[in-house]
Protein backbone atom coordinates (compact mmCIF):
# COMPACT_ATOMS: atom_id res chain seq x y z
CA UNK A 1 0.00 0.00 0.00
CA UNK A 2 1.73 3.63 -0.99
CA UNK A 3 2.09 5.99 1.94
CA UNK A 4 0.00 8.77 2.40
CA UNK A 5 1.71 12.17 1.40
CA UNK A 6 2.18 14.22 4.44
CA UNK A 7 -0.56 17.05 5.15
CA UNK A 8 1.01 20.67 4.15
CA UNK A 9 1.36 22.21 7.65
CA UNK A 10 2.70 25.57 8.25
CA UNK A 11 6.40 24.08 8.32
CA UNK A 12 6.21 22.74 5.57
CA UNK A 13 4.72 25.99 3.55
CA UNK A 14 7.20 27.53 1.22
CA UNK A 15 7.17 31.85 0.39
CA UNK A 16 4.56 30.85 -2.69
CA UNK A 17 2.49 28.84 -0.57
CA UNK A 18 2.36 31.78 2.29
CA UNK A 19 1.79 34.04 -0.51
CA UNK A 20 -1.49 33.14 -2.06
CA UNK A 21 -2.91 31.91 1.36
CA UNK A 22 -2.38 35.44 2.22
CA UNK A 23 -4.23 36.50 -0.76
CA UNK A 24 -7.06 35.08 0.39
CA UNK A 25 -7.31 35.62 3.77
CA UNK A 26 -6.78 39.32 2.88
CA UNK A 27 -9.10 39.53 -0.29
CA UNK A 28 -6.49 41.04 -2.27
CA UNK A 29 -5.53 40.86 -5.99
CA UNK A 30 -2.63 39.39 -8.30
CA UNK A 31 -2.38 42.89 -9.94
CA UNK A 32 -0.66 44.13 -6.72
CA UNK A 33 1.82 41.33 -7.09
CA UNK A 34 5.52 41.87 -7.52
CA UNK A 35 6.58 38.15 -8.83
CA UNK A 36 6.22 34.83 -8.73
CA UNK A 37 7.33 31.86 -6.64
CA UNK A 38 7.58 29.17 -9.68
CA UNK A 39 10.92 27.37 -10.02
CA UNK A 40 10.61 24.65 -13.07
CA UNK A 41 8.65 23.94 -16.40
CA UNK A 42 7.28 21.56 -15.00
CA UNK A 43 5.61 23.89 -11.87
CA UNK A 44 4.36 26.19 -14.55
CA UNK A 45 2.98 23.32 -16.79
CA UNK A 46 0.84 22.11 -13.54
CA UNK A 47 -0.68 25.91 -12.86
CA UNK A 48 -1.80 26.32 -16.70
CA UNK A 49 -3.58 22.43 -16.37
CA UNK A 50 -4.86 23.81 -13.19
CA UNK A 51 -6.54 27.22 -15.51
CA UNK A 52 -7.66 24.29 -18.29
CA UNK A 53 -5.00 24.80 -20.93
CA UNK A 54 -3.22 21.84 -22.25
CA UNK A 55 0.66 23.32 -23.09
CA UNK A 56 1.06 20.45 -25.06
CA UNK A 57 -1.89 20.94 -27.38
CA UNK A 58 -1.35 23.17 -30.79
CA UNK A 59 -4.35 25.08 -29.95
CA UNK A 60 -4.18 26.18 -26.48
CA UNK A 61 -0.59 26.80 -27.51
CA UNK A 62 -2.09 29.03 -29.76
CA UNK A 63 -4.71 30.55 -27.53
CA UNK A 64 -1.70 31.90 -25.28
CA UNK A 65 0.46 33.11 -27.75
CA UNK A 66 -2.58 35.28 -28.70
CA UNK A 67 -3.17 36.13 -25.14
CA UNK A 68 0.36 37.57 -24.95
CA UNK A 69 0.94 39.37 -28.19
CA UNK A 70 -2.64 41.49 -27.01
CA UNK A 71 -0.74 41.94 -23.48
CA UNK A 72 2.35 42.84 -25.28
CA UNK A 73 0.88 45.28 -27.89
CA UNK A 74 -1.14 47.16 -24.92
CA UNK A 75 2.20 47.58 -23.24
CA UNK A 76 4.07 49.05 -26.16
CA UNK A 77 0.85 51.28 -27.26
CA UNK A 78 -0.66 52.73 -24.47
CA UNK A 79 2.56 52.78 -21.91
CA UNK A 80 5.53 53.06 -24.59
CA UNK A 81 7.06 50.22 -22.55
CA UNK A 82 10.05 48.18 -24.15
CA UNK A 83 8.95 44.88 -24.01
CA UNK A 84 12.06 42.98 -25.05
CA UNK A 85 11.86 40.23 -27.34
CA UNK A 86 12.36 37.30 -24.95
CA UNK A 87 9.09 38.25 -23.40
CA UNK A 88 7.64 39.07 -26.08
CA UNK A 89 8.32 35.78 -28.05
CA UNK A 90 9.13 32.85 -25.38
CA UNK A 91 10.04 29.41 -26.72
CA UNK A 92 6.87 28.60 -24.76
CA UNK A 93 4.89 30.63 -23.01
CA UNK A 94 5.44 28.93 -19.67
CA UNK A 95 9.21 30.52 -19.55
CA UNK A 96 7.39 33.57 -18.97
CA UNK A 97 6.38 32.39 -15.46
CA UNK A 98 9.93 31.66 -14.47
CA UNK A 99 11.02 34.89 -15.55
CA UNK A 100 8.62 36.81 -13.61
CA UNK A 101 9.67 34.38 -10.58
CA UNK A 102 13.44 35.84 -11.64
CA UNK A 103 14.95 32.73 -12.69
CA UNK A 104 16.60 32.61 -16.12
CA UNK A 105 17.54 36.44 -16.58
CA UNK A 106 16.73 38.79 -13.31
CA UNK A 107 16.96 41.96 -15.46
CA UNK A 108 13.42 40.72 -17.27
CA UNK A 109 11.41 40.16 -14.22
CA UNK A 110 9.88 42.70 -13.80
CA UNK A 111 8.60 43.27 -17.47
CA UNK A 112 7.63 39.56 -17.49
CA UNK A 113 5.48 40.16 -14.01
CA UNK A 114 3.90 43.52 -15.95
CA UNK A 115 2.85 41.51 -19.31
CA UNK A 116 1.64 38.61 -16.89
CA UNK A 117 -0.66 40.89 -15.22
CA UNK A 118 -1.91 41.99 -18.88
CA UNK A 119 -2.47 38.65 -20.03
CA UNK A 120 -4.79 38.26 -16.94
CA UNK A 121 -7.24 40.58 -17.47
CA UNK A 122 -6.99 39.71 -21.30
CA UNK A 123 -8.13 36.17 -20.90
CA UNK A 124 -10.78 37.45 -18.39
CA UNK A 125 -12.26 39.63 -21.39
CA UNK A 126 -12.06 37.00 -23.42
CA UNK A 127 -13.82 34.56 -21.34
CA UNK A 128 -16.45 36.59 -20.40
CA UNK A 129 -17.18 37.10 -23.84
CA UNK A 130 -16.99 33.81 -25.00
CA UNK A 131 -19.53 33.10 -22.13
CA UNK A 132 -21.75 35.41 -23.29
CA UNK A 133 -22.29 33.88 -26.73
CA UNK A 134 -21.83 30.37 -26.15
CA UNK A 135 -24.67 28.36 -26.34
CA UNK A 136 -24.83 27.24 -22.53
CA UNK A 137 -27.07 27.64 -20.02
CA UNK A 138 -26.66 28.48 -16.69
CA UNK A 139 -27.74 25.34 -14.91
CA UNK A 140 -25.11 23.72 -17.30
CA UNK A 141 -22.17 25.99 -16.41
CA UNK A 142 -22.95 25.27 -12.62
CA UNK A 143 -22.79 21.41 -13.20
CA UNK A 144 -19.68 21.96 -15.11
CA UNK A 145 -17.92 23.96 -11.83
CA UNK A 146 -19.90 21.33 -9.26
CA UNK A 147 -18.49 18.53 -11.05
CA UNK A 148 -15.16 19.70 -10.60
CA UNK A 149 -15.26 20.71 -7.08
CA UNK A 150 -16.21 17.33 -6.35
CA UNK A 151 -13.87 15.60 -8.12
CA UNK A 152 -11.67 18.14 -6.06
CA UNK A 153 -13.46 16.54 -2.63
CA UNK A 154 -12.60 13.34 -4.00
CA UNK A 155 -8.37 13.87 -4.29
CA UNK A 156 -8.42 15.72 -0.82
CA UNK A 157 -9.82 12.58 0.98
CA UNK A 158 -7.55 10.09 -0.97
CA UNK A 159 -4.60 12.00 0.03
CA UNK A 160 -5.67 11.85 3.58
CA UNK A 161 -6.99 15.57 4.64
CA UNK A 162 -9.04 15.42 7.39
CA UNK A 163 -12.22 16.43 5.33
CA UNK A 164 -15.32 15.64 7.35
CA UNK A 165 -17.78 17.41 5.37
CA UNK A 166 -17.98 18.77 1.94
CA UNK A 167 -21.56 20.47 0.89
CA UNK A 168 -22.34 22.33 -2.45
CA UNK A 169 -25.52 24.14 -3.68
CA UNK A 170 -26.87 26.51 -5.46
CA UNK A 171 -29.20 29.50 -4.47
CA UNK A 172 -32.79 29.24 -6.15
CA UNK A 173 -34.72 32.56 -7.79
CA UNK A 174 -35.96 34.02 -4.47
CA UNK A 175 -33.00 33.32 -2.57
CA UNK A 176 -30.69 35.41 -5.63
CA UNK A 177 -33.75 38.12 -5.54
CA UNK A 178 -33.55 38.64 -1.56
CA UNK A 179 -29.53 38.63 -2.00
CA UNK A 180 -30.17 42.10 -4.66
CA UNK A 181 -32.60 43.37 -3.04
CA UNK A 182 -30.56 43.14 0.62
CA UNK A 183 -27.27 44.86 -1.03
CA UNK A 184 -26.76 48.26 -0.69
CA UNK A 185 -25.29 48.54 -3.99
CA UNK A 186 -27.24 49.38 -7.18
CA UNK A 187 -29.76 46.32 -8.15
CA UNK A 188 -27.31 45.48 -10.84
CA UNK A 189 -24.79 44.32 -8.78
CA UNK A 190 -23.45 40.81 -8.95
CA UNK A 191 -24.23 37.94 -7.73
CA UNK A 192 -21.05 36.32 -6.69
CA UNK A 193 -22.36 32.76 -4.51
CA UNK A 194 -24.61 31.14 -6.76
CA UNK A 195 -22.53 28.62 -6.49
CA UNK A 196 -21.45 27.38 -2.72
CA UNK A 197 -19.47 25.11 -1.07
CA UNK A 198 -18.85 24.71 2.68
CA UNK A 199 -15.85 22.39 3.06
CA UNK A 200 -15.57 21.69 7.16
CA UNK A 201 -12.23 20.10 8.13
CA UNK A 202 -11.83 17.85 11.75
CA UNK A 203 -10.03 20.66 13.52
CA UNK A 204 -8.97 24.63 12.75
CA UNK A 205 -5.36 23.55 12.39
CA UNK A 206 -5.89 21.70 9.06
CA UNK A 207 -7.78 24.80 7.72
CA UNK A 208 -5.26 26.00 6.07
CA UNK A 209 -3.51 23.41 4.72
CA UNK A 210 -6.93 22.15 2.67
CA UNK A 211 -6.98 25.56 1.48
CA UNK A 212 -3.20 25.61 0.33
CA UNK A 213 -4.16 22.32 -1.63
CA UNK A 214 -7.19 23.97 -3.07
CA UNK A 215 -4.96 26.24 -4.74
CA UNK A 216 -2.76 23.24 -6.12
CA UNK A 217 -6.12 21.28 -7.15
CA UNK A 218 -9.18 23.65 -8.16
CA UNK A 219 -8.22 27.59 -7.73
CA UNK A 220 -5.67 29.34 -9.75
CA UNK A 221 -4.61 31.80 -6.89
CA UNK A 222 -4.87 34.51 -9.90
CA UNK A 223 -8.90 34.20 -9.94
CA UNK A 224 -9.34 34.66 -6.12
CA UNK A 225 -11.81 37.78 -6.67
CA UNK A 226 -10.46 40.75 -4.72
CA UNK A 227 -12.51 42.38 -2.15
CA UNK A 228 -15.20 39.36 -1.69
CA UNK A 229 -13.38 37.57 1.05
CA UNK A 230 -15.15 37.36 4.65
CA UNK A 231 -12.64 36.26 6.74
CA UNK A 232 -13.27 35.61 10.92
CA UNK A 233 -11.71 32.70 11.38
CA UNK A 234 -7.85 32.98 10.60
CA UNK A 235 -5.68 35.60 12.17
CA UNK A 236 -2.63 36.01 9.74
CA UNK A 237 -0.09 38.38 11.65
CA UNK A 238 -1.27 35.18 14.14
CA UNK A 239 0.29 32.90 12.06
CA UNK A 240 3.16 34.60 11.79
CA UNK A 241 3.78 35.18 15.64
CA UNK A 242 2.65 31.04 15.92
CA UNK A 243 5.29 30.01 13.35
CA UNK A 244 9.15 30.52 13.09
CA UNK A 245 9.62 29.14 9.76
CA UNK A 246 6.62 31.56 8.01
CA UNK A 247 7.66 34.63 10.52
CA UNK A 248 11.35 34.36 8.88
CA UNK A 249 9.58 34.84 5.37
CA UNK A 250 7.60 37.92 6.49
CA UNK A 251 10.57 40.16 5.02
CA UNK A 252 10.26 38.60 1.81
CA UNK A 253 6.18 39.18 1.78
CA UNK A 254 5.24 41.42 -1.46
CA UNK A 255 2.92 43.91 0.39
CA UNK A 256 4.39 44.59 3.81
CA UNK A 257 2.41 44.00 7.22
CA UNK A 258 2.02 47.67 7.49
CA UNK A 259 1.30 48.32 3.97
CA UNK A 260 -1.68 45.72 3.83
CA UNK A 261 -5.07 46.11 2.82
CA UNK A 262 -7.88 46.36 4.90
CA UNK A 263 -9.62 44.04 6.84
CA UNK A 264 -12.10 42.36 4.94
CA UNK A 265 -15.37 42.90 6.37
CA UNK A 266 -17.89 40.92 8.74
CA UNK A 267 -21.05 40.17 7.00
CA UNK A 268 -23.52 42.52 8.26
CA UNK A 269 -26.42 39.96 8.68
CA UNK A 270 -24.54 37.54 10.40
CA UNK A 271 -24.29 36.65 14.49
CA UNK A 272 -21.76 38.94 16.35
CA UNK A 273 -19.50 35.57 17.38
CA UNK A 274 -19.74 33.87 13.84
CA UNK A 275 -16.19 32.59 12.37
CA UNK A 276 -15.82 31.83 9.09
CA UNK A 277 -12.82 31.96 6.37
CA UNK A 278 -15.57 32.75 3.42
CA UNK A 279 -13.89 33.95 -0.06
CA UNK A 280 -15.32 33.84 -3.73
CA UNK A 281 -13.72 32.62 -6.99
CA UNK A 282 -13.55 32.47 -10.73
CA UNK A 283 -13.59 28.67 -11.60
CA UNK A 284 -11.91 28.25 -15.02
CA UNK A 285 -14.47 25.63 -16.93
CA UNK A 286 -14.14 24.03 -20.43
CA UNK A 287 -17.43 24.32 -22.43
CA UNK A 288 -17.90 21.62 -24.69
CA UNK A 289 -17.32 21.92 -28.28
CA UNK A 290 -20.75 21.90 -29.53
CA UNK A 291 -21.35 25.06 -27.33
CA UNK A 292 -19.04 27.73 -28.90
CA UNK A 293 -18.13 28.44 -32.72
CA UNK A 294 -15.32 27.07 -34.80
CA UNK A 295 -12.02 28.83 -33.69
CA UNK A 296 -13.51 29.91 -30.47
CA UNK A 297 -11.82 29.32 -27.19
CA UNK A 298 -13.15 27.05 -24.63
CA UNK A 299 -12.37 28.07 -21.61
CA UNK A 300 -15.04 30.25 -19.43
CA UNK A 301 -15.44 31.09 -15.69
CA UNK A 302 -17.95 30.68 -13.24
CA UNK A 303 -18.07 32.42 -9.74
CA UNK A 304 -18.22 30.15 -6.53
CA UNK A 305 -18.37 30.93 -3.27
CA UNK A 306 -16.32 28.50 -1.02
CA UNK A 307 -16.37 28.68 2.74
CA UNK A 308 -14.07 27.09 5.19
CA UNK A 309 -14.43 26.29 8.69
CA UNK A 310 -13.89 23.50 11.27
CA UNK A 311 -16.11 21.23 12.66
CA UNK A 312 -16.66 22.68 16.14
CA UNK A 313 -16.55 26.73 14.65
CA UNK A 314 -19.28 25.19 12.54
CA UNK A 315 -21.71 23.44 15.18
CA UNK A 316 -21.44 27.15 17.27
CA UNK A 317 -21.94 29.05 13.66
CA UNK A 318 -25.63 26.98 14.25
CA UNK A 319 -26.30 28.51 17.22
CA UNK A 320 -27.82 30.98 19.10
CA UNK A 321 -27.76 35.01 17.25
CA UNK A 322 -25.30 32.96 14.47
CA UNK A 323 -28.32 30.16 13.23
CA UNK A 324 -28.73 30.42 9.23
CA UNK A 325 -32.54 31.01 9.64
CA UNK A 326 -31.89 33.91 12.44
CA UNK A 327 -29.36 35.26 9.52
CA UNK A 328 -31.99 34.87 6.80
CA UNK A 329 -34.48 36.88 9.26
CA UNK A 330 -32.35 39.74 9.46
CA UNK A 331 -31.64 39.85 5.56
CA UNK A 332 -35.22 40.00 5.42
CA UNK A 333 -36.03 42.69 7.32
CA UNK A 334 -33.62 44.90 5.69
CA UNK A 335 -35.17 43.81 2.20
CA UNK A 336 -38.91 44.40 3.50
CA UNK A 337 -37.31 48.21 5.35
CA UNK A 338 -35.92 48.95 1.84
CA UNK A 339 -39.63 47.83 -0.30
CA UNK A 340 -41.74 49.07 1.80
CA UNK A 341 -40.37 52.89 2.40
CA UNK A 342 -43.09 54.93 2.09
CA UNK A 343 -45.17 52.55 0.67
CA UNK A 344 -47.24 49.65 2.04
CA UNK A 345 -46.59 47.55 4.24
CA UNK A 346 -47.34 43.57 4.18
CA UNK A 347 -50.70 42.67 6.75
CA UNK A 348 -49.16 40.07 9.41
CA UNK A 349 -50.30 36.70 8.69
CA UNK A 350 -53.41 35.34 10.59
CA UNK A 351 -53.09 32.62 12.88
CA UNK A 352 -54.78 29.44 10.85
CA UNK A 353 -58.35 28.94 12.87
CA UNK A 354 -58.55 26.07 15.35
Request: charged residues 30%; proline residues 6%; glycine residues 4%.
Amino acid sequence: MLAQPPIPLPDRWTLGDLERMRLILRGGSVIDWRRLHFKTREEADQYLRLCLFEPDDPFDRDRLQRILDEAVDYLRTTFRYVVAEEVAQPARVQDLFLLASGVGNTKLRRIACLVLKVMHVVHHIEAVGLLHRARVSEDELCQLVTQRVDNCMEQLRREGFPVVAAAGSVKTRHSLITELLAKKETPAAQIYDRVRYRIVTDDRDHVLPVLIRLCDLLVPFNFVVPGQTQNTLICFRQLLRDWPSLRNMDPQLQVGLLDDEQEPEHNEFSGDSYKVLNFVAELPVRLPERAVDLGDGRIAFCMVELQLVDRDTAEANESGENAHLRYKRRQLRRVLRRLSRGLVVPRARKPPPK
